[in-house]
């Protein structure tokens, strides 16, 4: 799977962003080598949109610093990160309700900026679609008029369309049906084994674990820790809450420990 | 229809839409969701045409048409480039002291000056993309929200027109020249307007054809052949039937013909091309735009620019109407026309929704409405109030349509 001799696509060293007096991220390491599916895991506000709004160039980081493939980076702007290759599925879609679903694919990349190549891009727009099990009905049809998951197969769709190097995914299967989720996670099996990188935002272990070959874990915007694809619940639930004795540990016991009494009332 | 389902026809939940019926229909369905398109501009005409015929019968007169159609030129350019910025969710209320300024330029270059008119002309569009690029770049730099930066120019803006006329107040431009004859009394050979008229379906059924063929090549669906051949037939009656009744007078205004040539190109920019697709974009959600690598403010530097140039010329246009070069010129109702003709074609006020041609069809409301209280002899008090509660009205339909397309989903 991974390609442990090659040196890493990205490195992040002691990345941090302050916003304000809020420290979203502070001090992270991360690398993600050719052919990885890097899970980043943490509870809600631990940074993870954060850390990848600052790799899509969308956030500029107060410091640390960016590799890309060995060379030191700064990302800029959003077309900088397109440029580099790398390509972002943002948890808030951003895509343009006023236009069609072949024009938000296509935004920014064009085919034909001064003579729009329509058919070439409807066609490529059906194509891509069929590769994620899409149900959407028309690609000429304005976004607004699209169910919630529909909105997330297209955002998911463009970012395959420059055949990046890295692919960024901030939970890219939160609105998703059973079979879409299904074909986004062997969508991402897909880009891995073409060499690309991923990386995968999701609150469900289930896929992270089916997909992830590590997981980095943060916690109020610092590393904590990275585990195997094999890391347990426990593990990882502690890892995430930061204590062995957190909500989802005692929730476990209570449920156990309800269970329990009644084979002692039997008795 | 053959029997193998065509790329985009794969869901069976997308009602096949064919033929005349079917593009009825899904005309309702789209004016019943909030997409007038040009509906209202429909209507507003023949509630015009109407009232006005029968308070004063000259008004349908084919010679009235004629000089309608001279006066929408000047105001028509100045719309159209204001779409621009309506497009972005901006807004440009200088434009009618820009055309002011432009017509001064002119009148202080030509005539006090001597230098040739064309250069004169170049030198008030100059003026007009930088006065843009200063807007844009308050934007950009400062976050100055373009209705303050504009309503500033506004001031800014009389004060250079009043500076540049001097004491005279007005320059009056030479009569025999070029300009001015084009402005005021050239008009098209009859034959020419006739083959003029037949052009645009020409084009649009040549368009048609041809997306019909690459359509069908990579096995997308087809647009019927009975929509194509109706859109250009129609088209192309409605123009002649314009044109033959023009002609019974004075015939068709070389300056009209001009602005509409501008708007067939502008219409071409923004739905055609990369850039066009932009400023949708922007338009919409600026965010969205910026994360796809847009360069935004890039955008905007254009927009304004292209705004602030073709107010200058619809300046250009407006003094050569006038032969006069005057404190007044670009003062008044020009601004609130300009921007009321784009929003009532169909332009919104809100972003990310319009086209160039709103800028023809709501300049002939307009200037028809003007043209129809002038005739009245109403004084400039009441047409100031009529023309405001017309503004009011259009921007009314604008939030409206606007709510309604949002609870059907359609943005
Ligand atoms: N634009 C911003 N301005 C100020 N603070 C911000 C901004 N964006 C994020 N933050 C703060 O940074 C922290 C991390 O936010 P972030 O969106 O990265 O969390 P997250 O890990 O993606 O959470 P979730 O699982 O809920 O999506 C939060 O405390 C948030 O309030
Ligand atoms: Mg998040």
């Known amino acids: 799977m991974a390609d442990q001799d090659s040196g890493p696509i990205l490195k992040l060293s002691g990345v941090s962003k302050q916003f304000g007096a809020v420290t979203a991220l502070d001090n992270i390491d991360m690398e993600v080598r050719k052919g990885e599916v890097v899970a980043l895991v943490g509870d809600n506000g631990a940074g993870k949109s954060t850390l990848v709004k600052i790799l899509a160039g969308v956030h500029a980081k107060t410091s640390g610093t960016i590799h890309f493939q060995d060379r030191e980076v700064e990302i800029g702007t959003p077309g900088r990160a397109l440029e580099l290759g790398i390509a972002t599925v943002f948890q808030d879609l951003a895509l343009c309700e006023n236009l069609d679903v072949v024009a938000n694919l296509f935004l920014g990349q064009e085919l034909g900026p001064w003579r729009l190549n329509e058919v070439e891009m409807e066609v490529r727009a059906w194509t891509l679609l069929e590769e994620l099990a899409a149900r959407i009905p028309s690609v000429r049809e304005p976004i607004a008029s699209l169910s919630g998951g529909q909105r997330q197969t297209v955002a998911i769709a463009r970012s395959l369309l420059l055949d990046p190097q890295i692919i960024m995914l901030d939970e890219p299967t939160a609105a998703l049906g059973v079979a879409q989720t299904a074909e986004v996670l062997n969508l991402i099996e897909r880009v891995r084994d073409r060499g690309h990188g991923v990386i995968l935002i999701s609150h469900n272990m289930e896929d992270v674990r089916a997909v992830a070959d590590r997981i980095v874990v943060l916690r109020l915007g610092q590393n904590n820790g990275v585990f195997g694809p094999d890391a347990t619940q426990e593990e990882l639930v502690s890892a995430i809450t930061g204590a062995s004795d957190n909500s989802v540990s005692r929730r476990a016991k209570a449920r156990s420990a309800a269970a329990e009494p009644k084979e002692g009332v039997a008795t | ?411």
């Open chain 2, 1 to 411: 229809m053959s029997d193998t389902r065509k790329i985009d026809r794969a869901d069976s939940r997308v009602r096949e839409d064919t033929g005349l019926a079917g593009a009825a229909r899904g005309f309702l369905d789209q004016v019943k969701s909030g997409d007038l398109g040009i509906l209202p501009v429909i209507l507003g005409l023949v509630v015009i045409a109407v009232v006005f015929t029968w308070l004063n019968p000259i008004f349908m007169r084919p010679q009235n048409l004629t000089n309608l159609l001279f006066d929408a030129a000047a105001v028509g350019l100045i719309s159209l480039g204001v779409v621009f910025t309506l497009m972005l969710g901006e807004i440009d209320l200088s434009i009618g002291s820009m055309s002011g300024v432009a017509s001064a330029i002119l009148g202080v270059l030509w005539v006090n000056a001597g230098v040739p008119w064309p250069l004169a002309i170049l030198a008030a569009m100059l003026a007009g993309a930088v006065t843009g690029f200063v807007y844009a770049s308050l934007l950009n730099k400062f976050g100055m929200p373009s209705f303050v930066s504009t309503l500033s120019g506004l001031l800014a803006l009389l004060g250079l027109q009043l500076y540049l006329l001097g004491n005279s107040g007005s320059i009056n431009l030479p009569y025999q020249s070029f300009l001015i004859r084009f402005g005021q009394t050239m008009v098209m050979p009859g034959w020419l307007s006739y083959l003029v008229a037949l052009l645009p379906g020409i084009v649009i059924f040549a368009l048609g054809l041809q997306t019909r063929q690459r359509r069908a090549d990579a096995n997308l669906s087809v647009p019927a052949w009975s929509v194509l051949i109706v859109k250009a037939a129609g088209l192309t009656a409605i123009l002649l039937i314009a044109v033959w009744y023009l002609n019974l007078g004075r015939g068709v205004p070389w300056m009209f013909l001009f602005f509409a040539v501008l708007v067939a190109g502008m219409e071409y920019v923004l739905t055609r091309t990369k850039f066009g697709r932009s400023i949708f974009a922007v338009g919409g959600n600026r965010e969205a735009a910026r994360r796809a690598g847009i360069k935004v403010e890039r955008i905007r530097i254009y927009c304004f620019m292209i705004c602030s140039t073709l107010a200058a010329m619809g300046g250009v246009l407006a003094a050569s109407r006038l032969a006069s070069a005057s404190r007044q010129a670009g003062t008044g109702d020009v601004n609130l026309n300009a921007i009321a003709a784009a929003v009532i074609g169909g332009t919104s006020l809100f972003g990310g929704r319009g086209s160039a041609w709103s800028a023809l069809l709501g300049v002939i409301v307009i200037q028809a409405i003007s043209n129809g209280l002038t005739l009245l002899n109403l004084s400039s008090s009441l047409r100031y109030m009529i023309l405001g509660a017309v503004l009011a009205l259009a921007v009314i339909v604008d939030s409206l349509a606007r709510q309604s397309r949002a609870s059907n989903g359609r943005a």
